[in-house]
């Protein structure tokens, strides 16, 4: 066993014993050094230094005082010690509450430089033989000085930490005796556990001769306190206690390891228990030796277990402890015995419990619903233990009038019931650690009922017991959360939001006409949805619309516009308790004639009803009417049109328009817009069932329809083309053009005659450039962005001579040319 009198950590006053350092005068000084201490943990050293020690009587060092303790039953003294003085030359001194002193030299308890930490160990006998009159039971002072007249080193710095005394059971590692003339005990001999007798023979007594006695250096370790089992059921770190004595003879750095030996890998760190608690405290900082421990004495460490939440809960881990004496060799040194006690072994194991726990996700509120519903209220249950585990869950009525409730699974685990989460489920399944189950308890309201009713979920874990296992904390193995339903009468009537309506005049039939709108009850359910129209004031046509969860609903008028006519509609909805709410009432005006009188330029658009499309239009520039018209566009009868022929498929047209007045001509060209019907936008026209990339522009010229061809938008569902002259003009299905089809049928014209008389070429393409040159090869005119006429004219506008010009359609891979007579 060993006390410290003083280990300085405090660097402060008084000392462990109740003493206090000191400085010796003016040739020396004490401190306390936080920069340079012996020890894994924080603290400090006395620092001594001394100086102009070098005449007759003088002397410097410093110490520790002040105190009065009997140490008369300890074997030795101890302190760790560094110095950067060579050799350190200075005297160790004990002194008695009565001023007497007993010193012994330093270096003769050097066991090696004094450049590192070393443990310094003095028998208390040493003192008493050379001073008799020390009485160590009245122990004051321990000092290290440096004397002139002993020899002593002049000047220097020692650091020294952690003085103890020790009930020591070996001897230290250089002791002095006493013996005769024949050096009774040779120099080298081993006298561990020996008592010594030196006898002087040729005397017959003892003399005062001093031998050294050297006392071989030997190593052993031994555990104080074993590491226990641990029961572990958190995730978290446990601190397992263990300690380790030095049972050699001299200061020994113990080495400590763990390792694994079977089970799940834990994270372990072995920490110095610095205050002995057993308990980790923030002083206790990382160690895995124990730095220089004296013999008989204890070092006590903590080792770290760490456990997280992916350890499966039931299994266990063995952890060994293995600790090396010798600086960690651990080799075995045969002493005392041939019993290795220089590598030593401790196993404990970490037990994880299964640790049962259930825990509840979002809880939720209140609800008031109407009589006749039911209200469904979202829950989530997961498995907080250690281990997979089966669960309960109950409901009950706790108050009010005690309505029908059950448990229906949340299938798509949203939290929103939808309408095919009707199902009643077991009360009853298992969750694997970490996992959840989602479900509904409904609270249904029988019909005409108002009221409250408070309903209670328990949840029990270990298979419906819910027995208290204190895991991770009390309380987690049965969970309860109540509700309370109220039931109101609903007695305000649906809202209806219309979100969209056909325009009021539409100039096309065959198009879809859609009507929607939002119908909600915020208190009770809507019972009916009902659409209502009438045509030129006839008979009202109700329709029954089937419920929606989206509450959004929708009719399409394209059936009852499909002639010119006026039709009236409007909703009606109702919901559980008979509240009914109309919306005002709405008139579309169907006419196929569209009409802008006086018209001298800009656009005229076709309304057709539907947002989800183009419209068929046209677009007159400035100066292209030479005086203002009545202009109409009038959709035709499909079925009355002519059916198509080539390059156009032979069936009737998608739509015909007829534009007006016919036969009106325009001083330069305009651009028109037809739309064609994909309502289903499936990427074919709807009447022919061709792709929309084969749909063309045509115009009837009294006898068959010419191709126009065009630019297909398949997002507006519209062909594009430049027109000169006001006719009947469709969209039909091409079959697969060749570069000719795309040849004019015109071969002279006259663009100085009679306007509208000859005199313009159209060619049979807006995909393709058209070039016109003249007989010299000179280009004239280039017609691009979908105007597939010549007027006769070049690029700046003005009439070209008479005389024959070539053409030329550059197609992909091929060119097409002919000529065309111009005559003035």
Avoid at 464 to 492: L, Q
Avoid at 673 to 688: A, I, K, M, P, Q
Avoid at 735 to 750: A, F, G, N
Avoid at 763 to 768: H, I, P, R
Wanted: glycine letters at 8%; aromatic letters at 10%.
């Amino acid at each position: 066993m060993e006390e410290t009198a003083a280990d300085f950590d405090s660097a402060s006053n008084p000392t462990n014993w109740g003493g206090v350092t000191w400085g010796g005068d003016t040739l020396g000084s004490g401190s306390y050094d936080s920069t340079l201490y012996y020890g894994p943990a924080s603290g400090s050293s006395l620092r001594i230094d001394w100086w102009g020690v070098n005449s007759s009587g003088l002397w410097g060092g410093g110490g520790v005082a002040g105190m009065n303790v009997d140490v008369s039953t300890y074997n030795a003294v101890s302190f760790h010690m560094y110095s950067a003085n060579p050799g350190c030359n200075v005297m160790v001194q004990l002194q008695d509450t009565s001023a007497n002193i007993a010193k012994v030299r330093l270096t003769d308890y050097l066991t090696t430089g004094t450049s590192v930490w070393q443990s310094v160990i003095i028998p208390i006998d040493a003192f008493k033989r050379q001073n008799r009159l020390f009485d160590a039971s009245h122990f004051k002072e321990l000092n290290l000085i440096s004397e002139f007249d002993s020899g002593n080193d002049s000047s220097g710095t020692i650091h020294i930490d952690d003085v103890k005394f020790s009930y020591g059971l070996h001897a230290p590692a250089r002791s002095w005796i006493y013996s005769g003339g024949d050096n009774g005990v040779a120099n080298t001999a081993d006298v561990f556990g020996d008592t010594l007798m030196c006898y002087d023979q040729s005397a017959a007594s003892m003399t005062t001769n001093a031998v050294t006695v050297f006392v071989s250096t030997t190593y052993a370790a031994a555990w104080v306190s074993e590491p226990q089992n641990i029961a572990a059921t958190e995730a978290i770190t446990y601190y397992v206690p263990f300690s380790l004595k030095n049972s050699g003879n001299s200061a020994d750095s113990i080495v400590v390891s763990t390792d694994i030996t079977s089970g799940s890998i834990l994270a372990t760190k072995l920490y110095w228990d610095k205050d002995k608690s057993g308990t980790y405290t923030i002083d206790d900082v990382l160690c895995s030796d124990t730095s220089g421990l004296l013999p008989e004495s204890t070092f006590y460490f903590l080792a770290a277990v760490t456990l997280t939440s992916s350890i499966q809960g039931g299994t266990s881990t063995v952890i060994r402890l293995t600790a090396k004496d010798n600086n960690g060799s651990g080799a075995n040194d045969s002493w005392p015995t041939a019993v290795d006690d220089d590598t030593i072994t401790s196993d404990f194991v970490v037990s994880i419990t299964s640790g049962y726990a259930i825990g509840l996700g979002s809880l939720p509120a209140d609800k008031t619903i109407a009589p006749g519903t039911t209200a469904y209220y979202a829950y989530t249950i997961y498995n907080a233990g250690k281990a997979a585990d089966s669960f309960t869950l109950s409901v009950s009525t706790i108050s009010g009038i005690g309505w029908n409730s059950w448990i229906v699974s949340d299938a798509n685990a949203n939290g929103a019931h939808d309408s095919n989460e009707n199902t009643a489920v077991s009360n009853s399944g298992t969750l694997n650690s970490g996992t959840s189950y989602y479900f509904f308890v409904a609270v249904g309201v029988p019909w005409g009922q108002e009221g409250t009713t408070g309903v209670t979920l328990t949840v029990k874990d270990q298979n419906g017991s819910g027995a208290e296992d204190h895991y991770p904390v009390d309380g987690n193995d049965i969970r309860t959360h109540s509700t309370v339903t109220t039931a109101t009468m609903d007695k305000t009537p649906p809202v209806i939001t219309v979100q969209v309506e056909p325009p009021a005049k539409i100039g096309m039939i065959g198009n879809r006409l859609l009507c929607e709108a939002k119908i909600e009850d915020a208190e009770s359910s809507v019972l009916s949805v009902k659409f209502i129209y009438s045509k030129n004031s006839g008979a009202a046509q109700i329709i029954e619309l089937p419920i929606l969860s989206s509450a959004v609903y929708s009719y399409d008028l394209n059936a009852a516009a499909a002639e010119n006519c006026a039709i009236e509609y409007s909703w009606l909805a109702e919901n559980f308790y008979g509240y009914t709410t109309a919306s005002s009432t709405k008139t579309i005006v169907v006419n196929r004639t569209t009409t802008s009188n006086n018209f001298a330029s800009g656009t005229l658009f076709v309304d057709d009803g539907n947002p989800d499309d183009g419209q068929t239009s046209i677009t007159v520039p400035a100066g292209a009417l030479s005086k203002p018209v009545d202009l109409t566009v009038t959709q035709a009868v499909r079925e009355d049109s002519e059916k198509g022929n080539y390059p156009a498929t032979t069936l009737l047209p998608s739509t015909a328009y007829d534009f007006g007045p016919e036969g009106t001509v325009f001083n330069k060209p305009v651009t028109m817009t037809l739309l064609y019907t994909d309502l289903d936008r499936d990427g074919s026209e709807d009447s022919s069932g061709k792709e929309e990339k084969m749909m063309r522009a045509y115009w009837w010229d009294g006898f068959e329809w010419r191709l126009l061809g065009g630019k297909v938008d398949t997002d507006k569902k519209t062909v594009t083309v430049s027109v000169m002259h006001l006719s009947r003009y469709a969209v039909f299905p091409t079959k697969v053009l060749s570069p000719s089809d795309y040849r004019p049928k015109e071969r002279i014209i006259t663009p100085c005659g009679s306007i509208g008389k000859n005199d313009f070429v159209q060619f049979g393409t807006s995909e393709y450039p058209v070039n016109i040159f003249d007989i010299t090869g000179a280009k004239v005119r280039t017609l691009t962005d979908s105007i597939s006429i010549w007027k006769g004219e070049d690029e700046n506008g003005n009439i070209v001579e008479s005389g024959i010009y070539i053409y030329q359609i550059k197609t992909t891979g091929e060119v097409v040319s002919g000529t065309i007579l111009v005559v003035k």
